[in-house]
C-alpha cells in the first residue's frame, strides 16, 4: 500500500475493528507531524483492535500541532521540532519523545537505483541555495563516478507548510554549512532561495515522483514505502551510510536525554562512523493540567500500549523505538506533571 494514498486528515484508528461493548472510551485526538504518521497510524490500528479505543491523528505539520495543543482543540500535539524549556513553561506543556527515525533526500533521476547517488552536505547545501542547478555539475558527478548523469535541471522541492521535517533538514544544513546557515538557517518554516513547495511528507513525495531531475527530503518511510531514490549522505566522521534503523540508532547512542531540558534532544550530525546524519526525535505535547483526567489518560494509555507493544512495527518501517531508560524517563514525568483539576496525578 503506498502511502502517499493515505488520506491526509484521517480517522488513522482500524474502522475493521473488533466489536467491543459500548463503555469503551472515546477516541482521543491528536494532530501535528507527519513525520511519524506511519507510524502513529500502524499504532492505532492495532490498538483500536486491542481496546476498541481509537486514535483520530491529522497529519498537518508540527507548527499545526503545537497551534492545536496550544489552542486546546487536541488532546494533545505532536511536533519534530522540541520546544524549548521556556516555551513548555509558559504554555503550561509536557514535552516527551515518541519515536526516533531519519530524514532523507530523494531522487527523481532515470537510471538512479534507490541509494546509489552520493550526496555531502555541501552539494545538499548548494542545491538547496541554487547554486547548483544542473546534475552534472562537476561538484556532483566528483563525488559519483560511474553514474550517468546528464545536465538537465535540477528542480528543488521544500515543505510548503510548517514542518518538523524541515526544521531536521534545515537544522543539519545549518550546522554543516556557514552560508546555508545565514542565507536561510534552520526553522520549521524558512524563506528557501529556490524551489516548489509541498504540504506533508506526502506532498513533497508526491512533488518529486510527479517531477524529473527533481530532489526533495521525506521522513524514510515515505521513500521506502513509495519505492523512490533515497540517495547515501555523507556524516559527520566522513563515512557515506545508508539510512536504515541501525544507522538511526547508532546517531541515537549518545543522545543525553535525562540531561536535555524538555527531553528536547536534537540529533543531526551525531558524532560516529554509521550515524545518520539527519536523525530526529518526534515529540508529544500534553497540557500538564487537564480539565477532564479521563481523556489525558486515554492518551497516556495510548502511548504505554505504544510503548510496550509496537517496537516491532516501528522496525518493520524503519523507526527506532525509544529505550527503556528513556521510556522510564518519560513515565516518571507522566506521574510527576500531569494533575487533573485537583491537582491529583492522571498517571
Known sequence: MRLNQFVKTAM??????????????????????????PIYSKWAESYKAATGTGLNYQSIGSGGGIKQIKAKT????????PLKEEELEAEGLLQFPAIMGGVVPIVNLEGVAPGQLKMTPEVLANIYLGKITKWNDARITALNPGVKLTDSDITVVHRSDGSGTTFLWTDFLSKTNADFKEGVGAGTAVKWPAGVGGKGNEGVAANVQRIKGSIGYVEYAYAK????????????????????????KAAAAGADWAKTPG?????????????????????????????SAERA???LKFFDWSY??????????????????VVKLVQDAWKASVKDASGKAVW
Open 12 to 37: 488513522v484508528a482500524a474502522v475493521a475493528a473488533v466489536a467491543f461493548s459500548s463503555a469503551v472510551a472515546a477516541d482521543i485526538t491528536g494532530a501535528g507531524a507527519t513525520f511519524p504518521y
Open 74 to 81: 487536541v488532546d494533545f500535539g505532536a511536533s519534530d521540532m
Open 225 to 248: 514505502k513509495n519505492k523512490m531514490s533515497h540517495t547515501q549522505l555523507k556524516n559527520r566522521d566522513g563515512q557515506f551510510v545508508q539510512p536504515d534503523d541501525e544507522t538511526f
Open 263 to 291: 527531553m528536547g534532544v536534537i540529533l543531526t550530525n551525531q558524532a560516529g562512523k554509521s550515524s545518520w546524519p539527519i536523525t530526529g526525535a518526534s515529540f508529544i505535547l500534553l497540557h500538564k493540567s487537564q480539565a
Open 297 to 299: 489518560k486515554e492518551v
Open 308 to 325: 510496550k507493544n509496537g517496537g516491532a512495527m516501528a522496525a518493520d518501517l524503519d523507526y527506532v523505538a525509544m529505550p527503556a531508560p
